[in-house]
């Protein structure tokens, strides 16, 4: 579609916007003139700096994604030899291929905005991302609700607003998940196959740290309460 085309459009709908008569009793619109409706087309473009974040807009979101991996069904992710062969969603919905961080250091973690660790853990990753992100760390982001229901926000606009408010410049952030049972996501199946944790594989609350290599092989695990910068030492080594 050329400007031409869209200018066209544009004055087609500003006419029939003018012939539009509303009367007092908003309930009531009647078209005197034109008996069509008139849709402005326009190039989408991604604006990130314009996300409204009001609590208006937020809680009329609540749907999310619970299934983020796509191309490993169930059991596959036993003969899977590195997180380079799973792919997820991102917070927008857009598809990922975790090929993308090869070569990269990697903590997955799964994070939750009204957990009683939240405010520790988004700074200490921050501070993670600060002090490692340009010599090859990323953190990957996992908003999970099955903890006390304490990750609410809806994927997208409302969990790039929260990460906002909350200064939490963690990393990189994908669609809600469960973390555990029969629909977990299948990379968490295969992170905790390979790193099972104390008393089980399960995921045992919010905040659960995975560490991976360079070759995209789980090598360690921390629990829920581990700070964040008790990681460091571990993360040098491999970078």
Known sequence: MNIRHVQNIS???LRCYRAVNVTRNFATVQLN????????????????SS?????????TKSQYSTAAALDMSSGDYKNASSIYEFSVKDTHGNDVSLEKYKGK???VVNIASKCGLAK???????DLKEKFGERGLTILNFPCNQ???????????????HLRDAKADIGDVFAKINVNGDDAAPLYKYLKAKQTGTLGSGIKWNFTKFL???EGIP????APTTDPMDIAKDIEKLL
């Open 51 to 59: 996300v409204h974040c009001s609590a208006a807009d937020i809680a």
């Open 11 to 13: 004055q087609q709908a």
């Open 105 to 107: 250091v990697v903590l």
């Open 147 to 161: 903890f006390g229901s304490q990750m609410p926000e809806a994927d997208g606009e409302a969990m790039v607003c």
């Open 219 to 222: 090598v360690n695990r921390y």
């Open 212 to 214: 991976v290599n360079k």
């Open 33 to 48: 003139q034109c008996r069509r409706y008139c849709v402005v087309l326009l190039p989408l473009v991604p604006l990130v």
């Open 120 to 126: 520790n853990n988004y700074q200490k990753l921050t």
